[in-house]
């Protein structure tokens, strides 16, 4: 043990007398903590504790074959949330449990704030006598829009509710923004039974710095493939398949190519069958079996040594409600028979690259079911109809939810809400509205990575203008997104 802690030492940490680590992990746990941001001043028996619950999430490290004409470069897939349960039936208390995990996990977000240190319960501020100061943090019960331009929002913890006023000058700057379900901190006076809000608080996310890898390697976002569909966009598809395997595109393409290690997969592979009333006079293929064999026998073209990420969407065969599981291995198993393909659940959290002394980057995948929701509801966003889901992205990261209000999509009311986005990515990445966007919210690179599929007669009664074949291609390096066309 002294032999141990002394390796520990000669690394430049302070070791805490509480720490009681196991031998044979020396190694590994050296790495772990010189990778820590901020590095730790003590090296205390929590952080190694971390450590533990940190290996037990690497379910996967691999080193994939290469071929001659691409250059060696190791990759690494580290899943950090997956939802592997299917549905069972649900009653009124999950729904309350879920509530309150949600509500729980929010809170603890937003008690960190400075303005809101001090926070009581609304049960507590109602007893408030004469005018006070307070800060309330709660769920948004209801909101209602006054006359006279000023907002009321019903805000609800566990001990009651309180109505809670807000300005016209404060509506104006973040009133659109306001929806029902989420959870916000109000800083406020409570005089009488209401609370004149002066401030509104979002669990928000703090300034961090970008990421950059050590070497030249890239990831490839794609999603929305629908094959199955009569708009399946094959020619577009096999170019991309050209690209990535170096046959097609500028050298300086054909060197990207060559460098691409990880391709991430945001739902809807296939179009499915009976997903919406008459679809079947918009298939290619009308059996869902085929249309899975079909995607295997496109992906099976992928360079074997590129790691291929899934999820599924709601246009996969699956029940719709999130968290959705990952596919079904018998339904999906051409894919489950790829070496190099990793299924996860929509949503789902994975580390890449954490190669060397880089930590990997954080990507939180959704395939954005929710986004029709929002662009409905929320004024602000509104106008950029299907447009910028860079700008629907920012709304949920300062959220910290992937479906703010009830309905947004639909639920399984889990015991922990799993669209609580309580983990800060590196990168978010979406699909589902069909529309290529690259944007960046603080640290957070916002990626949707549009469609393979043609405008649908669907799509064209609700005026949506897709962009087929344009993906966001990412330097891990640089980190930097660029959109590259395949149409
Ligand atoms: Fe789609
Ligand atoms: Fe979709």
């Known amino acids: 043990m002294e032999n141990v802690l002394s390796k520990i030492a000669n690394e430049g940490f302070l070791v805490s007398p509480d720490l009681k680590i196991e031998p044979q992990h020396i190694e590994e746990f050296l790495d772990f903590i010189k990778k820590l941001q901020p590095k730790p001043f003590l ?38 949330k997956n ?31 400075e303005e809101l240190r001090g926070v009581v319960s609304i049960g507590r501020a109602k007893k408030m006598d004469g005018r006070q100061n307070v800060l309330l943090i709660g769920m948004i019960k209801d909101v209602r829009n006054t006359f006279s331009g000023t907002k009321i929002i019903t805000l609800e913890d566990p001990t009651g509710y309180i109505d809670v ?38 669990p928000e996310i703090p300034a961090r710095p970008i990421k950059k890898a050590e070497e030249e390697v890239y990831a490839a976002f794609i999603s929305d493939i629908h094959v199955g569909s009569c708009v399946f966009l094959a020619n577009e598809f096999k170019q991309f398949l050209d690209w990535i395997n170096g046959k097609i595109g500028s050298k300086e393409q054909k060197d990207v190519a060559s460098k691409v290690r990880y391709l991430f997969i945001g739902g809807d592979l296939v179009d499915g069958v009976g997903v919406y009333p008459g679809q079947e006079k918009e298939l290619l293929i009308k059996d869902i079996y ?96 299907y447009t910028r889901a860079d700008k629907i992205m920012e709304f949920l990261l300062k959220k910290r939810h992937l479906a703010p209000t009830h309905g947004a999509t639909r639920v399984d009311p889990t015991p922990q809400d799993f669209l609580v986005i309580d983990e800060i990515p590196d990168i978010f990445t979406s699909g589902h509205i069909h529309y290529t966007s690259v944007g960046r919210y603080k640290s957070i690179l916002t990626l949707n990575s549009g469609c393979f599929q043609d405008k649908t007669e669907f799509q064209l009664k609700l005026g949506h203008n897709p962009t087929p074949g344009r993906i966001p291609i990412f330097n891990l390096q640089k980190n930097q997104a660029k959109i590259m066309r395949f149409r």
């Open 43 to 80: 090296i205390s028996n929590q952080i190694y504790q971390d450590f533990l619950k940190d290996k037990q999430q690497e379910i996967k490290y691999v080193i994939l074959k290469h071929t001659e004409k691409r250059p060696e470069i190791k990759t690494r897939v580290k899943i950090k």
């Open 83 to 113: 939802y592997t349960k299917t549905s069972k039936k649900t009653s009124i208390s999950d729904w309350v449990t879920y509530y309150f995990d949600r509500y729980n996990r929010l809170r603890n977000l937003l008690q960190n704030r």
């Open 165 to 202: 006023s807000l300005k016209k000058d404060e509506v104006s700057k973040l009133g659109d923004e306001i929806v029902a379900d989420e959870v916000i901190g109000v800083v406020g006076v409570k005089s009488k039974d209401f609370v004149y809000a002066e401030k509104i608080i979002f």
């Open 290 to 385: 085929e249309q899975y064999k079909e995607i295997g026998k496109y992906l099976s073209q992928i360079p074997k040594d590129i790691q291929i990420i899934v999820i599924p969407g709601n246009h996969d065969a699956l029940k719709l409600a999130e968290p959705q599981h990952p596919l079904f291995k018998d339904i999906a198993a051409p894919l489950y028979d790829l070496d190099n393909v990793t299924m996860l659940s929509n949503p789902a959290y994975v580390n890449i690259h954490n190669i060397g002394k880089f930590p990997g980057f954080n990507v939180l995948m959704y395939h954005g079911v929710s986004f029709d929701h929002i662009v409905s509801e929320v004024p602000k966003l509104r106008k950029f109809g």
